[in-house]
């Protein structure tokens, strides 16, 4: 399996990519995880990253398809992966579509998470995720067991620095200007699966395997 989750930021898609990766035993990219743990390593990478992070614009796409690039050339992937928030712009997946054709292989599909924008701000603000082993929490819809804790290792729940109201409504408009186009790049490559994200996790987990099966 080959795929891509897309999907306004905050619809879901890397709590849904956990659930698909493990379930179809393949690797999760995910894009913004790199930029993050780059920045927690203090790297060349992570500097670059963090003054665009910060304002909710997007890391300049030869520094981001550079990465994916790299990841993708990684021997864990070569039956297939998860890439998720990436592409974000059209000159990503033109980028993608060559990194994958000169390693002869394609995308099985393109899930869409489609939320509405209005409740996304919520869900990003109240978003908590664990500072150890990255899993996401959300204050109101996804609590963990004990308040600021994390379920699976016990660790601090944590806010992201991106997660305040204003970087967000930012995150969203750049969503709407430069990610939104690539819904029809991938319906015209007949590639486009869209699922509804707004139901709780597991229900919206059963149409994307519902969705993949078809
Ligand atoms: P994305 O990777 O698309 O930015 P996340 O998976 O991190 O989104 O989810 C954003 C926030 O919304 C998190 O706090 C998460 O716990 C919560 N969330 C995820 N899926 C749902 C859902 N189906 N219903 C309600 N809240 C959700
Ligand atoms: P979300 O889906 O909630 O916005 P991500 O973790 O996917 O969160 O992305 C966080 C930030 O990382 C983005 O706002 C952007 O600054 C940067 N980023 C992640 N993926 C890309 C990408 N493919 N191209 C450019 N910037 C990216
Ligand atoms: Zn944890």
Redesign the pocket.
């Known amino acids: 399996m080959r795929l891509l989750i897309t999907?306004?930021?905050?619809?879901?898609?890397?709590?849904?990519?956990v659930n698909i990766t493990k379930f179809y035993n393949i690797p999760h990219i995910?894009t913004?995880d790199m930029f993050r743990a780059a920045i927690k390593n203090q790297t060349a990478l992570g500097m670059t990253a963090k003054g665009y992070m910060d304002k909710g614009a997007l890391v300049p796409d030869e520094v981001t398809i550079g990465i994916v690039k790299e990841r993708l050339l990684e021997p864990d992937c070569k039956n297939g992966f998860l890439l998720?928030?990436f592409p974000r712009t059209i000159a990503q997946a033109e980028a993608l579509d060559k990194i994958l054709s000169e390693q002869n292989v394609k995308l099985d599909a393109v899930l869409d998470?489609n939320v509405a924008r209005e409740i996304l701000v919520r869900?990003?603000v109240?978003?908590?995720?664990c500072k150890t082993c990255g899993a996401?929490?959300?204050?109101e819809?996804?609590k963990p067991k004990t308040e600021g804790i994390c379920d699976n290792c016990g660790s601090a729940l944590i806010q992201r620095a991106d997660d305040t109201e204003s970087t967000a409504v930012n995150r969203l408009a750049v969503y709407d200007s430069q990610t939104a186009p690539l819904l029809a790049y991938y319906e015209k490559q007949g590639l486009l699966k869209t699922v509804n994200?707004?139901?709780?996790?597991d229900?919206?987990f059963a149409d994307i395997k519902l969705a993949l099966s078809k």
């Open positions: 999907g306004r930021p905050g619809a879901g898609k890397g709590t849904q990519a995910s913004g998720d928030g998470v869900r990003m109240g978003r908590r995720v996401t929490y959300h204050i819809f996804n994200g707004d139901q709780p996790v229900h919206v």
